[in-house]
């Protein structure tokens, strides 16, 4: 009964910003690491960012200085703010808890497609 709804996602030329949301339900919110991952055409959603209970976050190289996750516990809500996008940032954006606790449940991505 988890569930994960991204939204914000959108067409943006190479150097552009956007912010992507999730919100999530069915587990307590608070008590967990949460993650975005983004899913290529073809291939399975890779770790792009994450951010811990604390509010210590990780992200993956290509995205460092780029990127910032933040969180709302009072929303349910994590974000992506996306700074200076490029095209192999391109992919469906999802939020998730950051560890794998069985089979996952995507949910809702959001599509984000860097192009000129």
């Known amino acids: 009964q988890m569930q994960f709804v991204a939204s914000g996602g959108g067409l943006v030329q190479p150097g552009g910003s956007l912010t992507l949301s999730c919100t999530a339900s069915g587990f307590p919110f608070h008590s967990y690491a949460m993650a975005w991952y983004r899913q290529a055409p073809g291939k399975e959603p890779d770790l792009v960012a994450s951010?811990?209970?604390?509010?210590?976050?990780n992200y993956v190289d290509s995205v460092k200085g780029r990127f910032t996750i933040s969180r709302d516990n009072a929303k349910a809500t994590v974000h992506l703010q996306m700074n200076n996008l490029k095209p192999e940032d391109t992919g469906v954006y999802y939020c998730?808890?950051?560890?794998?606790?069985?089979?996952?449940?995507w949910g809702q991505g959001a599509q984000v497609t860097v192009s000129s």
């Open positions: 951010i811990g209970t604390i509010n210590n976050t």
């Open positions: 998730n808890r950051k560890n794998n606790y069985g089979t996952r449940i």
